[in-house]
């Protein structure tokens, strides 16, 4: 049986899949076919229910469960893992009038400079790895940052303005959930069920065998430097990767729990995750 799965090149989604794209592991009968896409379009093709099994941001997700069910390993969640916004110089101005670059309007990113800081409306969709630049030209006044430009941006002369994650987690008091996997709701339970499992023994040889998947990582990551990629991988793929804690489900109740309250015209579409 063949499955598309789509996947960022970021260097967690390829660490966490280079065993079960490439042999490393026993897949049965399944054989995985990669879809390579920034975040923001696999949010999108997830709402056409394009991809059997796919990387989805967690808010995405949530407008998107009438086509998909998430799995409970191979995401990011956790402490300390939100996304940065920032700015080149100081801004004199109320936040109602910065413009600010954001990396997709269905991103988790998005979500969390909502829900922590309202007053900031105008906002414009770009490319995730294009905003240090766009900011450090002037394009925009800020940017939310994700995935390893957060580990870059004060080499572009750029400042913190906030920590979007810590300021969700002051508010919440819940860990951050970024992105997970998904599955078509439709596939039978068995077939979500194995595929889940399939990924967290994918992720338990990575971490077992970090060296396997280095020229798989860094073919994708391109021009990142290796430093970048390995603390990309540190932050990003953790013991919530392996397989969801009791907190790591409450976070994204949490998310839930607002979405719905934001809402209220959502359909129930069966539980947020695979049946176990």
């Given at each position: 049986m063949q499955i598309d799965i789509g996947l960022s090149p970021c260097p967690n989604d390829t660490f966490i899949f280079d065993a079960l794209l490439h042999g490393r592991i026993d897949t049965g009968p399944y054989r995985f076919r990669p879809i390579f896409a920034d975040v923001e379009e696999l949010n999108r093709m997830a709402s056409h229910g394009k991809l059997t099994v796919t990387k989805l941001s967690y808010y995405a997700y949530l407008s998107r469960m009438n086509h998909y069910v998430m799995m409970h390993s191979g995401g990011a969640l956790g402490r300390g893992v939100g996304p940065l916004l920032v700015r080149a110089r100081e801004l004199h101005k109320a936040k109602s009038e910065w413009s600010v670059a954001i990396p997709g309007v269905s991103t988790t990113a998005n979500f969390l400079l909502s829900y922590t800081l309202p007053e900031i409306t105008n906002k414009t969709e770009r490319i995730f790895h294009e905003i240090e630049g766009d900011v450090s030209a002037g394009r925009f006044d800020a940017g939310v940052l994700i995935h390893e430009n957060r580990f870059t941006y004060k080499e572009r002369g750029l400042s913190l303005i906030a920590d979007l994650g810590s300021l969700w987690e002051e508010k919440t008091g819940v860990a951050i959930p970024l992105g997970g996997i998904a599955?078509?709701?439709?596939?039978?339970?068995?077939?979500?069920?194995?595929?889940?499992?399939?990924?967290?023994?994918?992720?338990?040889?990575?971490?077992?065998?970090?060296?396997?998947?280095?020229?798989?990582v860094a073919h994708h990551a391109q021009e990142m430097d290796s430093t970048v990629r390995q603390q990309h991988i540190d932050l990003y793929v953790n013991e919530e990767t392996l397989g969801l804690s009791a907190e790591g489900y409450a976070a994204v109740e949490k998310m839930h729990e607002i979405y719905i309250r934001n809402h209220p015209e959502a359909v129930d579409s069966g539980s947020l995750f695979v049946s176990i």
């Open positions: 599955i078509q709701r439709n596939q039978p339970i068995q077939v979500q069920r194995d595929i889940d499992q399939l990924i967290k023994e994918s992720v338990e040889y990575a971490q077992l065998n970090p060296a396997e998947s280095h020229d798989f």
